[in-house]
Every structure is written in C-alpha cells, then in structure tokens.
C-alpha cells in the first residue's frame, strides 16, 4: 500500500508520519480526524491504508470506498480496494472496482495489472493476458506485469513468449529471484538443459533457502545424464529423489517437443522402474502414462503403468454415502467431462448425450473445464437433461456433489487428460462407474468398473491386461456426428499449401508423433517429387524440431508445412487438399483420423498390440478401408507409397468414403448411440442385480 503525501493538511502529514514510523494504531487515529474534517479522499485513502495495516479489513474497504466516492484522482484507492476486497476471497467485487477504475483511468498499468491478477483468480486466463498486455503497454517496466505474463504464457505452454518476458526480466534485474527461477523453468519445458540449470542455480547462490532452484539445477542435470550430481544437488532437501525416474521422466516430456534424442535410453530407463518390486509406483504419475501411450510399450508394460498412476491418485474425503434410487424406472446417466466446449470430446458426446432415448435414459452432463464462452458449450450443455459446471469446486465438493446426484452410471470421459479429476471415480460417485473415449488404455485399479470398447480394437488377445471389464460394442464403439458440416476447402495458397504436389497429412497432436513412422514419412516425401507433408502448428518449438529432424532425414524443411487450429467445419473443409492421412504408430489419430475420413481422405494405418494403436484401423475397417489397415511398417510405407503414385487407386478409396457417408457403421450416428445405450443397460442390469462387473459383449 502506497504512503506517497498528498496536501498540506496537517493532520494528513501527521498521520504519514505515523505510518512511514510504522505506527499504524496512531496513524489511525490521526487520519481519522483527518478524513472526518476534510472528507476529502485521499485523507479517507490513507485511513484504509492504516486500517489494513491493522488487519482491520472492514474498517479498510469502507475507508476506501469513501476515498473513491469523493472523486480519488489516483488509481490507488481503487487498488487498495482491490487488494482488501481480494484478501476476503470477495475477487467478483475487486474486478468491479478495479475495471470502475480503469473506466476514470484506461491507461493505467498499476489498475491493468490488478485486473488481471483477480481474472486469473476466476480462472478467465485469455482475459488477464489481454491485461497484462496493457499494463506493459502502459508502462514496460512493470515488472509484476512482466512476471506474470510470463508465468500464463508457461502455464499454456506458449514458451517462445514466456522466454522473452523472463529475458527481459532477468535483463532488467539480473539478480531477480523469481525471474531466474521461471526462465529456468521455461528452459526446462524447452529442454535446454544447460540454460536451465545455469539459471537454477544462480537462483539457488541468491536465494539458498528456495529448494525449488536446486531442485530445478537436478532435474536438469538427470536430463543430461549426470544422475549421481543430481542426486547430490538435492541431498538434504529432498530424501526420496530418484535420478534414474528425474531421468525416464524428463526423457518422455521430450516427446511433447518431438525432441526425439535420448529417447531409447529414456524408454530403457521406464523399463528398468517398471521391473522394480513396486513396478513403477512412486514415479508413473498421469503425464508419464500419457506419454507411455505414444512410445513402444507392450501391454503389459502399460498395465503395471496404469496401476502406478492409479496408485498416486489419493481417494478425497467423502462425507456421505452414494445416494440410492428405486431400480424402477429410467437410468439417470451422468457424463464427467473435461472437456465441454471447443473440444473433440464436445463433438464425440453431443449425439450420444442428445439422441438417448429419453423414456429410459435421464443424462446429465458434468464439466470439468473452464466455460470456453462458445457456441459448442452452450449447446452441448443444452442436450443433457441437467448440466452443471463444477470447474470451481474442489475434488472433496464434486464427490458430495456427485454422490447426492444419485446416479446410476458414472461416466469417466476424461480418464488421464487435463483437467479431468480421475480422484472423483476412486473416491467412488456412482454405483457403477464406467469410461467411454477418455485414456486408450487402462485405467488402473481402483478408478472404474468398466471400459467401453469393441472387439476390434481390444481383440481377445488383448483384453486379459485390462484392470477393468471390457464392455465390447459393434465396431467401432465411438459415435460420429453425422451432422457435422464441411466447409468449402478454399484454395490451397490460402492454407499455405503449394498449387502443385501430393499432399501427405497428419494433422494430429505433435506429442503422438514419433520417430519411426515420421522416418517413413521422409522417406515417402523423398519417393514422391514435389510432396509436402502437412502437419497441425502446435507451436515454434515443436516446428523447429520437426524441420530439424526432416533435414536430418534429407528433407528440405519447407515441405512440412503447418496448418493453425480452426473450427471444425474449417478443418473438415481444408482436409479436401489432403491426398492421404498417415497415421502414427503408438498413439492413432482419434477424433482427426474420423475427421479426415468423412472428409472423403484416406488413411492408412499400422496396428499394434495396444488400444492407442489400433483405434485408427476399428475407424478405417468401420469406414469400407480395411484394405488400408497393415500390420507391419514396410506394409504401411509401400500402402502408402502406391496410393501416392496411383491416382486412379486413390480416387476409388476417396470414393468409397463420399458414398459410404450415409451407410457405413463408422458414419451410422443412431445405430453407434443405440448401442451405447445397450451397453448402459447391461452394466446398470448387473448391478441391480448384485453382480459383479464381467465381460460384457452388447450385439
């Protein structure tokens, strides 16, 4: 709180006096004459200010609310105001008075910055950023602005932005503690290693006492290698360190920047803490598993993962038992969604939410995300018979929710992704608890009863591994949106595609992508004179490595080339340029491989012995494809390698797709939802019954 004189009152000097001296009991009595005499505000300003000095936080707002009602020229009552109503968990109300603030003052930095720190308390992230980005605008040395641009540029792993503000931070204050240690953290998400660790510890020699910079200075060293130097920087602070674990782990979030080196060594490294007696318990968490999903992992391997991540998942207090219903009547089917909104998951339930059949079924719709604002949320929420947004509840206040809502089928949508809260199903909310889409994997044990899926995908060879009961659908078990609109395709310049040349694609999540099938990939752009290879712009970093890694292949970087994320019907439109999907190896394309065929592209696919691996080819035999589904990595190149070079046998695939459009069982909206509604029957049956969860096949 500023203490910056103001007038010649004399009781005003007097009490600033008091204040500078730290005598805030005094102070308040003299700025109460102060304030009484003159009631001019900033003599009621200085009186909030003493008053909260005092922790008299009442006393404070209303001192402060008479400082702006009787026309404070500075923007600081309004932030004091802010900063009191803030502390009181009242942050609807400090916005009010902050944006009241910068109505009298738009170009202030000090009420912008204040603004966006109570939007990142309310979770409006894109918001707060349009303010900092005023507050810097105002004024670029505010330093606070800066570092907390920085930190939501992190957070959205934007980390070419992040890096800038911490430069300019560290620039600014080379002995900033804060900015060192986030430009090491930014530097960590980079995997620039050395940067990172010069960084940490130059944090640590400034600030000994903050263990989180020597535990950055390891994490950097195990990243390189140095395993038993990093075991030592952390000696004291941090008794169950486990170098070889910092090592696996650092090894797989590479793969979210297709930064591909050290990778065997990284995989060789998880085998090694999965052989361990705890088989990986203490070190899989849910990111590890994720990415265990898009590296070559058996089944097995990714059952012991799944029971680790499941393991690190601590139940949440429950305070009262699961309501009951009368077995009597409809099922109340409630979906647990993370992803409500400009979401694949948004596109993949909406039928299924909207089109059951409500004389038996009543669907209630759960998010676990932030209102996006869009059109696709309103409507997806508006097809459940009850929605609700539990995005500001902690997980204790979601199980008490849940559990009141009286359900009789619980569905984990989320499984592993952000920000689902797999915490909720192993506390237990539901009588039967089951995942649809959500992890193409285990769960673990603990989380659900059953896992929907369908013979092809999870085909009896693979179904032992599973921690849950399979519930084995028609092929495929996901539901297309039959209703989904293509765009017109626009032309290819506009999507920065050359006007001549064969365009491969693979416009799925850069962390899917691995080094075996993108070698392939090379290979095939090589084969094919003037072809370029079309992949989703998932940021600088990631296109620098993938460039990199095509040059190193003897390809030119300028034939990989990145499309922008858009709308749906955009998307689908542009996918008209594409001459064929290639598909990834470990991790399919999911939602964009089905894109991509009713957008009329074909796509061709190698499986594995996973349920990540083998989604794409249940979605290619389901579309009239199954001659595109290979087995081996040579079948995958020479299918696509023959498709490339002959026109003719291209064109007939693409025409197979256009007419299979309204009858072929990946296209088919209603029969997908009839048996998801099949399958919900025989899971509540058996458990009215008093059965355990078993196998399940729904014809």
């Given at each position: 709180m500023t203490t910056t004189p103001g007038d010649d009152s004399p009781a005003l000097r007097a009490g600033l006096a008091l204040l500078r001296n730290n005598q805030a009991s005094s102070a308040e009595a003299v700025l109460e004459t102060a304030?009484?005499?003159?009631?001019?505000?900033?003599?009621?300003?200085?009186?909030?200010?003493?008053?909260?000095?005092?922790?008299?936080?009442?006393?404070?707002?209303?001192?402060?609310?008479?400082?702006?009602?009787?026309?404070?020229?500075?923007?600081?009552?309004?932030?004091?105001?802010?900063?009191?109503?803030?502390?009181e968990g009242r942050w609807c109300e400090a916005e009010s008075v902050l944006l009241d603030g910068l109505a009298r003052l738009p170009d202030d930095a000090g009420l912008h910055f204040n603004v966006a720190v109570a939007l990142e308390h309310r979770g409006a992230d894109e918001q707060a950023l349009?303010?900092?980005?005023?507050?810097?605008?105002?004024?670029?040395?505010?330093?606070?602005?800066?570092?907390?641009?920085?930190?939501?540029?992190?957070?959205?792993?934007?980390?070419?932005?992040?890096?800038?503000?911490?430069?300019?931070?560290?620039?600014?204050?080379?002995?900033?503690v804060e900015?060192?240690?986030?430009?090491?953290r930014t530097y960590l998400q980079l995997h620039q290693d050395d940067h990172a660790l010069r960084d940490a510890r130059a944090a640590a020699r400034l600030a000994p006492d903050r263990h989180e910079a020597r535990k950055s200075a390891a994490v950097a060293l195990a990243s390189m290698g140095y395993l038993e130097a990093a075991e030592a920087e952390v000696r004291g602070i941090d008794p169950a360190w486990d170098s070889v674990a910092a090592y696996a782990a650092r090894a797989l979030q590479r793969q979210d920047l297709c930064d591909w080196r050290d990778r065997d060594e990284g995989i060789a490294a998880v085998r090694e803490l999965l052989r361990r007696p705890n088989g990986g318990k203490g070190f899989v968490e849910e990111s590890i598993y994720m990415r265990m999903l898009a590296m070559p992992f058996d089944s097995e391997e990714l059952?012991?993962?799944?029971?680790?991540?499941?393991?690190?998942?601590?139940?949440?207090?429950?305070?009262?038992?699961?309501?009951?219903?009368?077995?009597?009547?409809?099922?109340?089917?409630?979906?647990?969604?993370?992803?409500?909104?400009?979401?694949?998951?948004?596109?993949?339930?909406?039928?299924?939410?909207?089109?059951?059949?409500?004389?038996?079924?009543?669907?209630?719709?759960?998010?676990?995300?932030?209102?996006?604002?869009?059109?696709?949320?309103?409507?997806?929420?508006?097809?459940?018979?009850?929605?609700?947004?539990?995005?500001?509840?902690?997980?204790?206040a979601i199980v008490s929710r849940l559990r009141k809502e009286a359900l009789d089928i619980a569905f984990d949508a989320g499984g592993y992704f952000l920000p689902a809260r797999p915490e909720i199903f192993k506390t237990r909310v539901a009588p039967v608890q089951a995942a649809y889409l959500a992890t193409p994997g285990p769960h673990g044990e603990g989380l659900v009863d059953y896992r929907l899926s369908d013979a092809q995908t999870t085909p009896p060879e693979l179904q032992g591994v599973w921690t849950e009961k399979l519930v084995l659908l028609p092929a495929p078990h996901w539901v297309h949106d039959d209703s989904n609109v293509i765009a017109p395709a626009g032309t290819r310049a506009e999507h920065g595609l050359p006007a001549e040349g064969f365009v491969f694609c693979c416009i799925t999540q850069a962390w899917k992508l691995e080094p075996e099938s993108f070698s392939i990939w090379m290979r095939l752009l090589r084969a094919i004179e003037g072809s370029v290879?079309?992949?989703?712009?998932?940021?600088?970093?990631?296109?620098?490595?993938?460039?990199?890694?095509?040059?190193?292949?003897?390809?030119?970087?300028?034939?990989?080339?990145f499309a922008?994320?858009?709308?749906?019907?955009?998307?689908?439109?542009?996918?008209?340029?594409?001459?064929?999907?290639?598909?990834?190896?470990?991790?399919?394309?999911?939602?964009?491989?089905?894109?991509?065929?009713?957008?009329?592209?074909?796509?061709?696919?190698?499986?594995?012995?996973?349920?990540?691996?083998?989604?794409?080819?249940?979605f290619v035999r389901s579309a009239g494809l199954g001659d595109l589904v290979t087995d081996s990595s040579e079948a995958y190149e020479a299918t696509a390698l023959r498709l490339a070079r002959e026109p003719g046998r291209l064109a007939h695939y693409r025409n197979l797709l256009v007419s299979g459009r309204g009858s072929a069982p990946l296209f088919d909206t209603g029969s997908r939802v009839r048996a998801v509604e099949r399958a919900i029957e025989a899971m509540v049956g058996r458990s009215r019954a008093g059965l355990p969860p078993e196998t399940l096949v729904v014809p």
């Open positions: 304030a009484r005499d003159s009631d001019e505000a900033l003599a009621w300003h200085y009186l909030g200010v003493a008053r909260h000095a005092l922790q008299k936080r009442a006393g404070a707002i209303e001192a402060f609310r008479r400082a702006i009602e009787r026309g404070a020229r500075s923007a600081d009552p309004f932030a004091a105001l802010a900063v009191a109503l803030g502390q349009e303010h900092y980005d005023a507050a810097l605008a105002a004024r670029p040395e505010h330093a606070g602005a800066r570092l907390n641009r920085g930190a939501l540029h992190l957070r959205y792993a934007n980390l070419d932005k992040a890096l800038a503000d911490f430069d300019a931070l560290v620039e600014a204050e080379p002995q900033s900015a060192l240690l986030n430009r090491a059952r012991l993962a799944a029971n680790a991540a499941a393991a690190a998942i601590h139940c949440v207090p429950a305070t009262e038992p699961i309501a009951s219903r009368p077995p009597q009547g409809r099922i109340r089917v409630g979906f647990v969604c993370e992803g409500v909104g400009r979401h694949p998951e948004t596109y993949l339930l909406r039928r299924v939410v909207g089109d059951m059949d409500r004389a038996r079924f009543e669907v209630r719709l759960y998010a676990l995300n932030r209102d996006d604002g869009t059109g696709l949320r309103r409507d997806f929420a508006s097809r459940a018979d009850a929605f609700a947004d539990l995005s500001g509840m902690d997980s204790p290879l079309w992949l989703l712009d998932s940021g600088a970093a990631v296109n620098r490595n993938l460039r990199a890694a095509a040059s190193s292949r003897g390809v030119a970087a300028e034939r990989l080339v922008p994320r858009v709308e749906l019907d955009a998307h689908l439109g542009r996918l008209q340029h594409a001459g064929l999907f290639l598909d990834t190896f470990y991790f399919n394309a999911q939602t964009t491989a089905i894109d991509a065929l009713w957008a009329g592209v074909p796509l061709v696919t190698r499986t594995r012995a996973t349920m990540a691996s083998r989604l794409a080819s249940t």
